[in-house]
């Protein structure tokens, strides 16, 4: 790294005080998303085009230096990075921040119209933080609407891309819809940029907050993306089975039409390069010893997922690669989105939480109990105590406040001739395998429409 360099990407100031507007970062203003990648090494642009050439063309294997960094690219965030002897950023110590909490929501999917008001009902927090974790949109229009929004009401915006935001999108203008894989998510990338929202390409950032008990605490903020690789699936269904199976319940993930791997072969291809890049940055954001923040659109487990509707529509949820890295990297929490059922797990002391808001009608009951956007929002910091080893509370699906939102509904007796007849492709549906949480918890649920549409 050269000395320009180092000094561009070391400006430890609140971006919340220096949060450049769009025509400051972007040109040219017409197409800023779609026509170019900023590249800050040089403060120049490339085009789209040629940036997932240049990704494309470098070698899968990267020294540690470059292991997650996009050539087009260099990290500029409100941490500075230093490369160590052996090539891994290491990141520095806290500026102590005024404290403030952090807030996490995901799948507010703006894309319809009550969604895009309710959001637009943002309550401003000026001290504190806000997590978007995936599935904002569908478009670069929808993503700066809702990343102009944020950014005016909260101190600090960290967003990371789901399933949706890298669509092909139909619905997009004309030099957008044609964006593929890997240049999409740097086109929405760019327009996170334009409003200073910390992204997966962006270094990892300390958050302080204020205890319970009144002490000053810190956490390092972690987004990544890890996409998936079908392998949430039962063992005895192969990778080459894993689509057929699915299909078998007439579950088919709208990706398979609208997410494109490009510049890479696959899905599975491209989310073993964000697993292995996102691997590297942790590993170095454990070596300040501070407790982390992770933040992913898909879960980093698959006991997390409960989705009886669709169960096998697991299979788009994630990876097997991600499962110890809450402890392997000493999360403090894990926030991620995509199942469209907000719960709360305990998992080795870690909280997971999954802070979806869902399509409008998934969240219509929590609305009539009298819910609104700012409400649905979940506390991440400084959020519950940590409950002591063996006294973790049971699997809870929550509403506001970390309480349960719904009753699990009673199963209905069968009568004799229900029983006698024969089985429909419907009551055949397997469900996943439940938790020692799921089994021992009888009388709470996860919501009666909180599961995803078929892709």
């Known amino acids: 790294m050269s000395q320009s360099d180092l000094s561009r990407a070391t400006h430890t100031s609140n971006m919340a005080d220096h949060r450049p507007g769009p025509a400051a970062v972007l040109a040219p203003p017409e197409f800023p ?49 230093q490369a160590d002897s052996d090539g891994l950023y290491i990141l520095p110590e806290s500026s102590h921040e005024t404290p403030g909490k952090l807030f996490a929501i995901a799948d507010i999917h703006i894309s319809y119209k009550s969604n895009r008001a309710a959001f637009e009902s943002l309550e401003p927090r000026p001290e504190d933080g806000l997590i978007l ?29 789901g399933n949706h935001e890298l669509y092909s999108s139909k619905s997009a203008k004309e030099a957008e819809m044609h964006l593929r894989g890997e240049a999409k998510y740097m086109a929405c990338v760019m327009a996170a940029k334009q409003y200073g ?65 490009d510049p890479y072969t696959t899905r599975d291809e491209w989310c073993a390069r964000l697993v292995s890049e996102s691997k590297t940055k942790l590993q170095a954001a454990q070596s300040q010893g501070l407790p982390l923040v992770i ?9 997390t997922i409960y989705i009886p509707r669709v169960p096998r529509f697991s299979i788009w949820c994630g990876t097997k690669k991600t499962k ?28 997971f939480e999954e802070v979806s808001l869902g399509y409008p ?9 009298g819910n609104d956007i700012n409400s649905m929002m979940r506390e991440i910091l400084p959020g519950p105590e940590t409950p002591e ?33 024969p089985k429909t492709s419907e009551s055949r549906r397997s469900e996943p395998k439940r938790s020692e949480s799921h089994r021992a918890e009888s009388k709470t649920s996860e919501p009666k429409q909180n599961e995803p549409k078929k892709g």
């Not at 890890?226 to 319940?249: C, H, I, K, M, Q």
């Open 324 to 351: 110890h890295w809450h402890t392997r990297f000493n999360a403090k929490v894990v926030v991620t989105g995509h199942l469209h059922v907000r719960r709360t797990d305990w998992i080795d002391g870690v909280r």
């Open 197 to 261: 929202v910390i992204t997966p390409e962006d270094d990892f950032t300390t958050w302080t907050y204020e205890t319970a008990d009144g002490k000053t605490a810190e956490a390092l903020i972690c987004p990544i993306f890890t996409l998936y690789d079908y392998s949430f699936r039962p063992r005895n269904v192969s990778r080459e089975g894993a689509l057929a199976w699915a299909a078998e319940e007439g579950i088919v993930a709208t990706d398979e039409n609208l997410l494109h791997p």
């Open 295 to 303: 933040i992913n659109h898909w879960p980093l487990r698959e006991d």
């Open 133 to 161: 974790a995936g599935d904002v949109g569908e478009t670069i229009e929808q993503l700066t609407t809702v990343f102009a929004l944020a950014t005016q009401h909260f101190k600090t915006v960290f967003w990371v891309p």
């Open 33 to 81: 998303w779609a026509e170019s990648v900023m590249s800050t090494r040089s403060l120049s642009y490339m085009s789209v085009a040629d940036a997932a050439t240049e990704r494309s063309a470098a070698p899968i294997s990267r020294t540690p230096s470059d292991a997650y960094l996009f050539p087009a690219m260099r990290r500029t965030s409100t941490v500075a990075t």
């Open 361 to 369: 009608k998934q969240w219509q009951s929590a609305k009539d109990a």
């Open 389 to 421: 080893a063996g006294k973790e509370p049971n699997t809870q699906f929550l509403n506001v406040n970390f309480k349960p939102e719904y009753t699990r509904p009673t199963e209905p007796k069968r009568s004799a001739s229900a029983k006698s007849a």
